[in-house]
């Protein structure tokens, strides 16, 4: 018995047009899903190394948390929201300490992120210039960025010692500036200490992001703002700065995000417990939830911390964008 194949029933297929394969098929959701496999080792990763301790820690702010329950931290009692009306309470003594650290924290970012912009924004310009060992100076101004934090930071805490640090050996043995040795790292002077630091580490970053976006600066602007009498402060005004802004305003969102989470620097510099002078917000976070062992609150003010540093970077992206657009008008 002969069987014959029967048309197919509808549209047509047009002269010359061939059905696609099972196996074309296959290779396009191959082909499709590609991106997405190699996606998911990051996803992964970010999920076990962020969001799940985000997760746990937001629901450690919610209990009372204390180190009678640290074997068994489940079976730890609901606070609600107590933890974090302690915080906020700034009449008593652990929300007063917050808004003291805080504080510490806000100005201790301004002047560190404003230092490290200004120190790397002008050595970048200066580097621009062609001259001999200028790929030295280059090299020599990323040490700081290159080095380990803790080797850095180490070194900085022997330097500062009052009796034989090379800070008092040359401000009061070689200068004669000061009347007697003076206490870096305690006292008022802790808070000098701790931003000299944050400045030596943290301007090479800005050096760079900033020499990176010079070169994206055409040469001949400067030639023409030459040719029409323009001089350096003229052309660092109309030309360069202009030119850089969008570098700018990525380079202070990153700087002052990096200097208000700081922990490394204060807790390597200080120890576990900083001067008030000098009791940044992440130390203190640290103090309440180690040293105090109240888990439950310091989990709170980690929360409060991140709550603020989202409303800061949403108002900051905000403000800059309407600049963007007012500038392209």
């Known amino acids: 018995m002969t069987v014959t194949a029967q048309p197919a029933v509808g549209k047509e297929a047009p002269p010359g047009a061939t059905a696609p ?3 074309r098929r ?5 082909r499709g899903a590609l991106p997405y ?3 998911l080792p990051a996803l992964l990763l ?4 962020h969001l799940v301790p985000m997760v746990i820690g937001i629901v450690m702010s919610f209990k009372e948390l204390t180190q009678f329950y640290i074997r068994d931290w489940g079976a730890a009692p609901w606070a609600a929201f107590d933890n974090y009306s302690v915080s906020v309470d700034f009449d008593a003594p652990i929300g007063k300490a917050l808004l003291h650290s805080f504080f510490v924290t806000c100005a201790f970012t301004v002047l560190s992120v404003g230092l490290c912009w200004l120190i790397g924004t002008t050595a970048a310009v200066y580097m621009q210039e062609n ?3 200028r790929g030295f100076l280059r090299a020599v101004f990323l040490v700081p960025y290159a080095l380990p934090v803790y080797a850095a930071v180490i070194t900085w805490a022997f330097m500062f010692q009052r009796d034989n640090g090379l800070v008092n050996h040359v401000l009061h043995d070689q200068l004669g500036l000061t009347d007697s040795p003076s206490f870096w790292l305690i006292g008022d002077n802790s808070f000098v200490a701790l931003l000299v630091v944050s400045v030596w580490k943290g301007w090479p970053f800005a050096f760079l992001i900033v020499m990176a976006g010079l070169q994206n600066i055409p040469r001949e602007l400067y030639e023409a703002a030459s040719i029409d009498g323009a001089g350096m402060l003229q052309q660092l005004r109309r030309i360069t700065l202009p030119s850089l802004r969008p570098v700018n305003q990525v380079l202070v969102l990153v700087l ?5 989470n700081d922990f490394n620097t204060p807790f390597v510099l200080f120890g576990r417990a900083a001067p008030d002078a000098a009791d940044l917000i992440s130390i203190h976070i640290y103090q309440s939830s180690f040293v105090t062992w109240n888990f439950g609150a310091g989990s709170a003010m980690s929360v409060l911390l991140l709550l ?3 409303v800061v970077t949403g108002v900051y992206l905000v403000l800059t964008s309407r600049g963007r657009r007012a500038a392209d008008v």
């Open 21 to 23: 394969t099972p196996r």
């Open 26 to 30: 296959t290779g396009r959701v191959r």
């Open 37 to 39: 496999l190699l996606l």
């Open 46 to 49: 970010e999920l076990l190394v």
């Open 131 to 133: 001259f001999r060992g």
């Open 256 to 260: 002052f995000l990096w200097t208000f």
């Open 308 to 310: 603020f540093l989202l």
